[in-house]
């Protein structure tokens, strides 16, 4: 399963980002991922005539994933205005996540893990018509005690569940393909 990675944080030291890479790791054999860039310019009508080279790969990238991974910070109890960018111009021109499995994972520093973004991700996804697997939410709160610093995953409770999730999600692809 080729699974495009949308990770909502550009910070070089980013949690979200070290979530997505120990993901890309830790189920290489299930699934084929490459973490796409979202440091693309700001959506515009305007740019549509003439889109920029970043904003065609990353489309294409999207188009040709079988599913698609969000990892999700929260800002200001929603998602990123980067993840927000990156999803709004999937949906342009062509409906690249139209119709495509997904699922989420998410990790912030507060004690809520990302449920508020989560809630706001699950409905802009729906609206455009993904198949994001129910229930299953990885909410991972107070992210900076949960890796070490080399960026491993140290919370053996969180990776066990994410494992299940992982799991989850390939027979939610499955039966669904
Ligand atoms: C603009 C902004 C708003 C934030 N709002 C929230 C929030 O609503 N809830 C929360 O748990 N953390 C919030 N945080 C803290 C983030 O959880 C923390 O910065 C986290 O490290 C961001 O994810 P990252 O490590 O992947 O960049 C906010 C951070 C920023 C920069």
Do not use: C
Request: proline share 3%; no cysteine.
């Amino acid at each position: 399963m080729k699974v495009a990675i949308l990770v909502g944080s550009l910070r070089k030291n980013s949690f979200n980002k070290t979530l997505a890479e120990f993901i890309q790791k830790r189920y290489a054999d299930k699934l084929d991922s490459e973490i796409l860039d979202l440091n693309l310019p700001l959506y515009n009508e305007d740019l549509e005539s003439d889109l920029p080279a970043d904003v065609v790969a990353f489309k294409e990238k999207v188009r040709n994933a079988d599913a698609v991974l969000f990892v999700t910070p929260e800002y200001n109890h929603s998602i990123s205005g980067v993840l927000k960018n990156g999803i709004d111009w999937a949906s342009r021109i062509t409906p690249d996540l139209t119709e495509k499995p997904g699922f989420i994972v998410g990790a912030s520093m507060g004690g809520l893990g990302t449920v508020r973004a989560q809630m706001h991700l699950r409905q802009i996804l729906d609206t455009m018509g993904m198949r994001i697997l129910p229930a299953n939410e990885v909410f991972i709160g107070a992210a900076h005690t949960k890796f070490d610093e080399n960026g491993a995953l140290i919370d053996e409770g969180t990776v066990a569940f994410i494992d299940s999730v992982v799991h989850n999600f390939v027979e939610f692809y499955d039966r669904n393909k």
